[in-house]
């Protein structure tokens, strides 16, 4: 091989490093929940091979991700990879058998009248997190959120927000990243500098956020300031326009934000990674090449999943020779990464770690329920010999793993005399066209009506729920002597919303949680299911005057 060669290949490697692409948590190709995006096995270890420096994963249980990190590290011959997550609301929110949490917004609300107390479980929060994460494998946290929830309409943070204004989200998100990276594995604050106060979601197409930089300094740059001072470990780049700052490139692909704001004007030293490359906002603008050159061009150290990795490679790798950008500018992001790896402990990766962790703070994820319920009346069964309807609405029709088949908002609910009609997605549903009386009464059928709503900001849906005309929905049942009780799971805005229309005395209740522990809690605390009667006691002394 000529020296010329030999550089070349070096230099390949080098750029590889840099690249982070995605892959399932499962073992087999065929188990892939999301083809598009996750690399087959094979593809995933020719990658690995040649250099490629991080893998970011999704799906699968936690005792299987444990034998999953380990198989990546032997594709990569025991080279240090950043395996990541996001995990945004604990383990178990993407890898079954782990820790669960509730969304972070609900401890940003709980901090209104509880600041030490949201602070001390920030931090608990954190803990858990990372020590769950790092006995499955993995050492990056693509956590915390650290946008400003300002704009209830906003369809891609919302929950996943640590507060609704700056001081609160900052002194959430800088307790949880003391708490997780205390347990050796990086964290990382995103979605830089500010995905909060949107309307549109970046997944799907570019937002624009037109305010000053007087407005950005007061109000979405203070939670980065929080946890840069806590010593966050990475910072993750946002898919959005910022006139003020750049009127021509999106911050992912901005100087003037990568290197003139966050390294130069904050002072951050540490690792800067892009929001996946494949998301709409970039990847319907530039080419899977172009992209990441104008990602590391502006200042980014790691690009997370390109388009098209080798085509990445292959146009940096260009860029490099054309002189667009220097060897020694990505030699400092490679050093920056092995910087960080170097710092964490070795990782355990045995599927008997994941099981030990798996368990390992149930309580937390009980109390972060229990201290974030709003619980009023008890809901009574149909009257003997009838039934009643269990009227749910899901804001997905796939991907809803939070209401398994037994999951306790059918189950507890089926047991008390609430026969269950799922309406899902844009599936077919009792709907009428009567605006004033927006439901079908007779596709329902007979008894009262449980309503349970399971509605929050998420990813790719391009609206925060809560569009449908539940409003006028509920009257119409109140008007039929029909509303047994409403539940809301999810979106605080669309609790706010409703509750203020409901009698005094009609039972109701809201977690901030969306899995089965938080349906649990809720129709527990409105006298369904076996743990009715010490539930309520709970929830009771939870309400009375909350303690950590």
Known sequence: MSAGAT??????????????VRASGHLADHQRRYPRWELTNSELQALLEAGVGGVILLGGSSAELALRTGQLQHWADGRPLLLCADVEEGVGQRFEGASWLVPPLALGRLHRHSPEGALRLAERYGHCTGREARAVGLNWVLAPVCDVNNNPANPVINVRAWGEDPATAGALAAAFTRGLQA?????????????????????LELPVLPHSRSRLEAVE???????????????????LGLPALDPDRPATLSPAVLSGLLRQELGFAGLVVTDALVMEAIAGRYGAGEAAVLALEAGADLVLMPADARAAINAIAEAVAEGRLERGRLEASVARRRAALAGLPRLGRTAADAGQAAGADGGLARKLVSATLEIRGRILPPEAGGSGVNLIRLD???QAPFLPAAAPAITVAAAAGFRPCLLAGDTISPWSDDPQAPLALERLGEGPVLVQLFVRGNPFRGHAGGSEPWPAALGQLLKAGRLAGLVVYGSPYLWDELRELLPPGLPAGHSPGQMPLAQEEVLAGLGLGAGARYRSKAIAAAAAGFTD
Do not use: N, W, Y
């Open 396 to 398: 997905q029709a796939l």
């Open 221 to 239: 740059l203070p939670p980065f300031r929080d946890a840069i001072a806590a010593g966050v470990a990475a910072v993750m780049t946002a898919h």
């Open 7 to 20: 550089q070349d290949a070096d230099l390949q490697r080098l750029i590889a490093e840099l690249l982070v």
């Open 183 to 203: 347990e050796g594995v990086l964290g990382c604050a995103k979605h830089f500098p500010g995905h909060g106060d949107t309307d549109s979601d970046s997944h």
